[in-house]
T-cell receptor
Framework: AQSVAQPEDQVNVAEGNPLTVKCTYS??????LFWYVQYPNRGLQFLLK??????LVKGSYGFEAEFNKSQTSFHLKKPSALVSDSALYFC????????????FGGGTRLMVKP | DGGITQSPKYLFRKEGQNVTLSCEQN?????MYWYRQDPGQGLRLIYY???????QKGDIAEGYSVSREKKESFPLTVTSAQKNPTAFYLC?????????????FGPGTRLTVL
């Protein structure tokens, strides 16, 4: 079975400060990892993914994520937060070797204050 | 929201009624998915389909039905057997069930039971 944990329901940061949204996962095989963002009453938008290769993945809107196999983590980061980054963020995982489905975390609400 | 459309945006249902949510994609994707999102929770998979005329139950299929008569269309029917249907419903698609490519999401349908 595969699972994803987003341990923080909400993250608060000041505009201009760095932000981190945490994600840990569990899969039997190798993971495919994804980050999505959701604005109110909208669908999910893809931010970035880790498939293989470089552990630091760069994505849309200045976001990046670091894959850490030993800690089974895939934390989302941005060097300087914007108020417009305020949204709901979802981490998702699929077992590359066996799984057909994505499993989503419960989501983390990011609040960036001016 | 890519090349996926969902309609209607808002839907109100009376107790005991069946309703159908539309999902159409013009991305030539093989796989399509239906998810349910409840407040403060992540996405839960209802049904998915890899090819035309074939679909599989997800984690919470009870009270729902789907069809896949055309590659670009994957409608979801919420039946009267679904005891708590009020939720936000999201349709998604991707190139293949085992693909490492990301899923594209529609804008969602908010269903409210009166």
């Amino acid at each position: 079975a595969q699972s994803v944990a987003q341990p923080e329901d909400q993250v608060n940061v000041a505009e201009g400060n760095p932000l981190t949204v945490k994600c840990t996962y569990s899969v039997s095989g190798n993971p495919y990892l994804f980050w999505y963002v959701q604005y109110p009453n909208r669908g999910l938008q893809f931010l970035l993914k880790y498939i293989t290769g470089d552990n630091l993945v760069k994505g849309s809107y200045g976001f990046e994520a670091e894959f850490n196999k030993s800690q089974t983590s895939f934390h989302l980061k941005k060097p300087s937060a914007l108020v417009s980054d305020s949204a709901l963020y979802f981490c998702a995982v699929r077992d590359a070797d066996a799984g057909n489905m994505l499993t989503f975390g419960g989501g983390t609400r990011l609040m960036v204050k001016p | 929201d890519g090349g996926i459309t969902q309609s209607p945006k808002y839907l109100f249902r009376k107790e005991g009624q069946n309703v159908t949510l539309s999902c159409e994609q013009n991305l030539n994707h093989d796989a399509m998915y239906w998810y349910r999102q409840d407040p403060g929770q992540g996405l839960r998979l209802i049904y998915y389909s890899q090819i035309v005329n074939d679909f599989q139950k997800g984690d919470i299929a009870e009270g729902y039905s789907v069809s896949r008569e055309k590659k670009e269309s994957f409608p979801l029917t919420v039946t009267s057997a679904q005891k708590n249907p009020t939720a936000f419903y999201l349709c998604a698609s991707t190139w293949g069930l085992r693909s490492y490519n990301e899923q594209f999401f529609g804008p969602g349908t908010r269903l409210t039971v009166l």
